[in-house]
């Protein structure tokens, strides 16, 4: 094999290599479903259905596309966080609720 051959195969490794291309949807939602702890449904939700429509699109793109992990973790950052936030935030507003109930009954 000579040089020019493998200049020829290393540049078309290349080229396919940079052909595939991580979706951007899959890491808004993996951000977003980061975000989701703190935010709770406000970005966990807008996660779940970026890593919906992400999975969809590197699917239908023929292997142009990758990030399926991304977008499978930014689904269940989305569920955890939004149900994890929403208990905190459930969890606090009983802990008000029980604080007001202690002071009117004094």
């Known amino acids: 094999m000579s040089n020019r051959d493998r ?3 290393l540049w078309q490794s290349t080229e396919a290599s940079q052909a595939q291309t ?3 949807k899959a890491a808004v939602s993996f951000s977003l479903g980061l975000l989701s702890f703190l935010v709770s449904i406000l970005a966990g939700v807008p996660a779940v259905i970026n890593g919906l ?3 969809r699109e590197i699917r239908r793109s023929g292997g142009q596309l990758r990030g399926r992990a ?3 973790s930014g689904i269940l950052l989305g569920l955890v966080g939004s149900v994890a ?3 905190l935030l459930l969890y606090a ?3 008000i609720r029980e604080s ?3 002071l009117d009954v004094v």
């Open 22 to 24: 991580k979706s951007r």
């Open 93 to 95: 507003t009983a802990g």
């Open 53 to 55: 429509l992400s999975l």
């Open 100 to 102: 007001r109930r202690k």
């Open 70 to 72: 991304l977008a499978f």
């Open 85 to 87: 936030s929403g208990s």
């Open 7 to 9: 200049l020829e195969e």
